[in-house]
């Protein structure tokens, strides 16, 4: 008789090659604390002495938290759902290794380069140009043979293109110091030409086919019309940042903020709803809030010629919005493709309303005497919410499935 083995999985490295979002989504989960703990260290807390980084703290900052923290766990998305989207087979195992090899790689010597080190910094930027372009080029793949037709797909591929664009102009930078000009461009770019756009493609395609196979009478609402106007709208905004048309942003920015409003009114299911589900809208809900600061500091800037919320619109919407939609999205993934419930663990809950105090935390920090404390504090929440959830990720991502299927 043949016995069937109950023995608990084991982690092992052949696992990761198993899906898509397997190498790319332990990248992200690895760089999520990774960075953060560089960055709590760089602070005016300095739990220890650090050496000095090739390049200025505050842009390192900025470099990793919007070209590699979020970026493995896009990829590990698109490169999964993407074939789905249009109806062909998964992709194969060298469509998607090299961009996490490419990602990992490149996030590890980009923290290793940190620690003075500007040699293993150029290369670890290298690292992640390659790993984007041979992502680029598998999902390009799948766009052509579907002749081009999916609007969500073509979205989401066009903020990817403009993300890698802006992280050319990051490399060109480090080899041409002077020109601060490109820094300044690439750090503009990103934000609202790479990630918004991808968030809010996928929010408009996802979360209402998620409410309309759990809530019982729910309308979808998804018109084809909020992409284009998304699209126009961010690239407004852009050019305004480029050409420093801050008292005008609000002509970009009043716009998006009445499209989140529409979108989070629409969108949200009025019946009861699973907690994997009301995650999802709660981080939703950050995009409008992102945008009335934004809003705010534009119009203030023009009466006053000051920035008297600083940094905190964009904290809004990087910390809340995408960190909150990361960790609802990302733990939906995790749990659905690796055999699991489609509930949200305890360590999820602990990371989404932790990610919801470092927002406001980061939030206030810039309406505080005491910035950089609340700035450390802030960390410290981040840190604290995505430990366990990391963890308990990484373990799944290294492990078979739960139910055994392959995949």
């Not at 070209?67 to 194969?92: D, H, K, N, S, Y």
Request: hydrophobic share 60%.
């Amino acid at each position: 008789m043949q016995t069937i083995s109950t023995a608990p999985p084991w982690p092992s490295i052949p696992a990761l090659a198993a899906a898509p979002h397997r190498m790319l989504f332990l990248a992200g989960a690895f760089n999520v604390l990774a960075a953060m703990t560089w960055w709590m260290l760089s602070l005016r807390w300095q739990l220890v002495a650090l050496p000095t980084p090739p390049v200025p703290a505050g842009w390192a900052h900025a470099f990793i938290m919007t070209f590699q923290v979020f970026t493995p766990f896009i990829f590990g998305f698109a490169l999964t759902v993407f074939p789905r989207w249009m109806g062909q087979p998964e992709l194969g195992r060298w469509h998607y290794l090299p961009v996490g090899l490419g990602l990992l790689g490149g996030q590890v010597l980009v923290l290793a380069g940190l620690w003075g080190f500007p040699h293993l910094l150029h290369l670890g930027v290298v690292f992640t140009v390659v790993g984007w372009a041979s992502g680029l080029c598998s999902l390009g793949s799948v766009l052509w043979r579907d002749g081009l037709r999916l609007w969500h797909g073509l979205s989401v591929f066009f903020a990817l293109a403009f993300g890698w664009f802006a992280l050319l102009l990051f490399a060109l930078w480090l080899h041409r110091p002077d020109d601060a000009m490109l820094v300044f461009a690439a750090f503009k770019i990103a934000p609202f030409a790479f990630l918004l756009p991808v968030y809010l493609s996928v929010v408009h395609r996802m979360l209402p086919f998620f409410a309309g196979n759990v809530v019982p009478g729910y309308v979808m609402w998804r018109p084809q019309w909020v992409l284009p106007t998304m699209w126009l709208l961010v690239m407004v905004h852009v050019v305004l940042e480029l050409m420093h048309g801050y008292a005008w942003l609000w002509l970009a920015d009043l716009p998006l903020l009445a499209l989140g409003s529409l979108m989070v009114w629409r969108m949200w299911p009025r019946g009861a709803m699973p907690g994997l589900l009301r995650v999802l809208f709660i981080a939703l809900a950050w995009f409008p809030v992102a945008m009335a600061l934004f809003v705010g500091q534009s119009l203030w800037f023009a009466w006053s010629g000051e920035f008297a919320l600083g940094r905190a619109p964009m904290h809004a919407l990087a910390i809340g919005f995408f960190g909150s939609m990361l960790v609802a999205m990302v733990t939906r993934v995790t749990q659905g493709h690796s055999g699991r419930l489609l509930v949200m663990p305890v360590v999820a809950w602990v990371a989404f309303w932790g990610v919801q105090l470092a927002a406001l935390t980061r939030v206030a920090a810039e309406l505080r005497p005491d910035f950089w404390a609340w700035q450390a504090l802030a960390g410290g929440l981040w840190l604290a919410a995505f430990v366990p959830w990391a963890l308990r990720s990484a373990w799944i991502y290294l492990t078979p499935r739960a139910d055994g299927r392959p995949g």
